[in-house]
């Protein structure tokens, strides 16, 4: 069983930066893929960026390419999603998730996920 934990949500102007963490327990984290997904009110749950376990690969949905950042430090068990550039759009509970892999790769779908973190941008 793999055990996810956010912080670092909260309240910021539009233009404004923020870093969610992400901590996991109960796996090998290099062989975690992981992810941000997001979830504004009254819309369906939206993968937001995606990582690898290696930390090589990542996605990111077009509305937040050029402003997020997905990292990870695989020493720390922690994954980072770092937001800048903050829309008033990026409003939205954010979640992580995660799921073993064998091969280094990008996943879609997971089976482990954190209680979110809300984010609210202001403007």
């Known amino acids: 069983q793999v055990h996810l934990v956010e912080s670092g949500g909260g309240a910021v102007q539009a233009g404004g930066s923020l870093r969610l963490s992400c901590a996991a327990s109960?796996?090998?984290?290099?062989?975690?893929?992981m992810g941000w997904f997001r979830q504004a009110p009254g819309k369906e749950r939206e993968l937001v960026t995606a990582t690898s376990g290696s930390g090589a690969k990542r996605i990111y949905a077009d509305s937040v390419k050029g402003r997020f950042t997905i990292s990870r430090d695989n020493a720390k068990n922690t994954v980072y999603l770092q937001m800048n550039s903050l829309k008033p759009e990026d409003t939205a509970v954010y979640f992580c998730?995660?799921?073993?892999?064998?091969?280094?790769?990008?996943?879609?779908?997971?089976?482990?996920w954190g209680q979110g973190t809300q984010v609210t941008v202001s403007s």
């Open positions: 998730a995660a799921d073993r892999t064998i091969a280094d790769v990008i996943l879609y779908s997971y089976n482990y």
């Open positions: 109960g796996g090998t984290f290099r062989s975690l893929a």
